[in-house]
């Protein structure tokens, strides 16, 4: 599994957007982008995959340069109750090894 | 929408007791995964269940744990003799497909807090 790299907190204002960062240098050809996002004692929840390029949804866009050797996870005009830890996660969701590696995720902290 | 559900969502055991995390995974999913969080910390991948049987397993997951899906729609974690370290929050998690084109999404229930005294 790829080693991924992101901020450990940032914080941010409602109604702005924000832009999370995650370096995965030794990504390989069949990994994924994945970000899941999880609050204060709940379960982590999926919020978008890629592989290349631009990835949108109605919750967040994904872009991932050519090189595939970084990610930037956008979210368009945040809320109060985006304030949660953001997971970058690379690996190949076709491996019969299908668990996740969680890493120690980005704070994101969104103030009024 | 479909959800996982887990049961109870707290669970207070004492020292050495056994017990038994229940999750009702979505309906039509067919991969199923227990993982764990002790507060402050990551969240750590225990064990995956396929067709089944256990696909693979963690260095945490020793003989004090097992899985079973003892019906259709049930899906739970057993601790035999509980320590104090295994005091966490447990997520169920499962997944529909595991299919490079269409991704691997993995669902969670809301989790269960195991405090063991």
């Known amino acids: 599994l790829a080693k991924t790299t992101q901020p450990i907190s940032m914080d941010s204002y409602e109604g702005q957007e924000v832009n999370i960062t995650c370096s995965h240098n030794?990504?390989?050809?069949?990994?994924?982008i994945t970000w899941y996002q999880q609050f204060p004692s709940q379960g982590p929840r999926f919020i978008i995959q890629g592989y290349k390029t631009k990835v949108t949804n109605e919750v967040a866009s994904l872009f991932i340069p050519a090189d595939r050797k970084s990610s930037t996870l956008s979210l368009p005009r945040v809320s109060l109750s985006d304030t949660a830890v953001y997971y970058c996660?690379?690996?190949?969701?076709?491996?019969?090894?299908?668990?996740?590696?969680f890493g120690s995720g980005t704070r994101l902290s969104i103030r009024p | 929408e479909p959800e996982v559900t887990q049961t109870p969502s707290h669970q207070v055991t004492q020292m050495g007791q056994e017990v038994i995390l229940r999750c009702v995974p979505i309906s039509n999913h067919l991969y199923f995964y227990w993982y764990r969080q002790i507060l402050g910390q990551k969240v750590e991948f225990l064990v995956s269940?396929?067709?089944?049987?256990?696909?693979?397993k963690s260095e945490i997951f020793d003989d004090q744990f097992s899985v079973e899906r003892p019906d259709g729609s049930n899906f739970t974690l057993k601790i035999r003799s509980t320590k104090l370290e295994d005091s966490a929050m447990y997520f169920c998690a499962s997944s529909e497909v595991i299919q490079r084109e269409l991704g691997n999404e993995q669902f969670f229930g809301p989790g269960t807090r195991l405090t063991v005294l």
């Open positions: 269940f396929y067709n089944n049987e256990i696909s693979e």
């Open positions: 030794n990504i390989a050809t069949n990994d994924y």
């Open positions: 996660l690379v690996g190949d969701p076709g491996s019969s090894a299908s668990k996740i590696i």
